[in-house]
């Protein structure tokens, strides 16, 4: 009986909790893509909410057990990549934004995530980075608000919120872009 504890402690460790987390964003995309094709936008906030507690939970975590490893590093962002591509793809399929900037944004998240990946590190994400992806996170949720939650009203009222949080994490994603961009050439020059 004792052993089986020792066990599951040991198994119960702070980076596998973290970097359990982490999955745990990924495993959700899935779902969330079918609640969507579903037309089950309710499923889909609490899903989207419950992904966004785990991106915080394992931050929040690895910072405070001080346990940051090169695969969480590389892992994370990753994890939001995949979780926020699919709902951004289905904006577009709604006709909510244009293709266009989904594109930008897709491009963007694929390049940095790249460069950063090749970094034994993973590359930190910087606090613009940070707030592009709770921009993005929110407006995805504002604009697919389900729409027997309140009135028609208060759903243009969040509708139009959403757009504006998606133009901001659109500004955000071009620009933390430029940035990393130009940090890089500065890094390879010198």
Request: charged share 15%.
């Amino acid at each position: 009986m004792k052993k089986r504890i020792i066990n599951a402690k040991r198994f119960m460790t702070w980076p596998r909790i973290i970097n359990g987390l982490t999955i745990s964003r990924i495993l959700l995309g899935l779902p969330i893509i079918i609640s969507l094709k579903n037309d089950n936008n309710e499923v889909f906030i609490f899903l989207i909410l419950i992904a966004g507690l785990t991106d915080y939970l394992d931050g929040y975590f690895a910072r405070k057990y001080d346990h940051k490893s090169a695969f969480g590093a590389k892992l994370d962002p990753l994890a939001d990549k995949i979780l926020l591509i699919g709902p951004m793809i289905w904006l577009v399929h709604e006709n909510l934004v244009p293709l266009w900037a989904i594109w930008l944004i897709i491009s963007r998240e694929l390049l940095i995530t790249s460069w950063r990946s090749g970094k034994t590190s993973g590359g930190p994400a910087s606090i613009q980075g940070k707030y592009k992806t709770t921009f993005q996170f929110a407006s995805i949720i504002l604009l697919l608000w389900p729409k027997n939650w309140s009135t028609i009203y208060t759903i243009n009222i969040i509708n139009k919120i959403g757009y504006i949080s998606f133009w901001i994490a659109l500004f955000l994603t071009l620009s933390s872009a430029i940035k990393y961009i130009f940090n890089q050439k500065e890094t390879h020059q010198n």
